[in-house]
């Protein structure tokens, strides 16, 4: 049994609020920078869009229908991100244990049609961010920027 079958609503809870954590702390980073590298905000706005397209797919709204690849500001990535962790705090508030393993039928970026239970949707979802976090850590290093502490332990700890 895959990982994912194994958590709980209030694991995913829990991710999703790391997520918030994580996603603030590159924000405010890179609010600090002068100047803040581009990438890492093109980055950045990738990473909360998916958040918003995922949203759209499971929860059916024009958020799935959302650009992935667009020139945002840090500002608008800032508004983004607190709309976007509301809204998935609404999903997950929302649910019962045994809709995690409901099926969700949603259409990709490139047309095809696919049905995935919501407890893989959600891991894709939390791994993602991560994923990009770490890319965004990258160009902060390079551009001479200290990256914060994001990884999982780092949450827990602060918790």
Known sequence: MP?????????????????????????RAMQAADPVPKRAVELLSHLLRAQDVWFGRIEKTDHATLDLWVDESLAACAERAEASAQRWQSVLDGRAATDLDQPIAYTNSKG??????????????????????????LVLRE?????????????????
Do not use: K
């Open 3 to 27: 990982a994912s079958q194994t958590r709980t609503v209030a694991d995913f809870r829990s991710l999703f609020r790391y997520t918030r954590w994580a996603n603030d702390r590159v924000l």
């Open 112 to 137: 095809t049609h696919f049905e995935t239970p919501l407890r893989d949707l959600l891991s894709h979802v939390v791994n993602h961010s991560t994923h990009h976090r770490a890319q965004i850590a």
């Open 143 to 159: 551009a001479g920027i200290a990256p914060p502490a994001t990884d999982y332990i780092f949450f827990v700890r602060d918790a």
